[in-house]
């Protein structure tokens, strides 16, 4: 099992800048991956930032390209999140995922979740 620890997220003005952080402790595969998803009330979980097991491959969804940074944090199996340029339509809870294999990209393929934490953009 493993066991997902998301930090950071809270709120800021439009135009501003926050950084999540996410760490993957427990029993890992070798080819675990790891990415964000996030959620608004009423809404499908969507995939933002996403990368292959070793973190050579990084993908964005359109919403998020140009402006979220997804890189691998000074621990193993971590992974940060940073956005700039927010926009009130980032406001969500944004939830760290986990995939056992393959690219944690979409929903069907994560095996395990953070528990989330809210940004709240303002305008």
């Known amino acids: 099992q493993v066991q997902l620890e998301e930090s950071g997220g809270g709120s800021a003005q439009a135009g501003g800048s926050l950084r999540l952080s996410c760490v993957a402790s427990g029993y890992i595969y070798r080819t675990f991956a790891m990415g964000w998803f996030r959620q608004v009330p009423g809404q499908e979980r969507e995939g933002i930032a996403f990368t292959d097991f070793n973190g050579g491959s990084i993908h964005y969804a359109d919403s998020v390209k140009g402006r979220f940074t997804l890189s691998q944090g000074n621990a193993k199996n971590s992974l940060i999140l940073q956005m700039d340029s927010l926009l009130p339509e980032d406001t969500a809870m944004y939830y760290c995922?986990?995939?056992?294999?393959?690219?944690?990209?979409?929903?069907?393929?994560?095996?395990?979740w953070g528990h989330g934490t809210q940004v709240t953009v303002s305008s």
């Open positions: 995922a986990g995939c056992d294999i393959g690219v944690c990209s979409v929903i069907p393929d994560v095996n395990y």
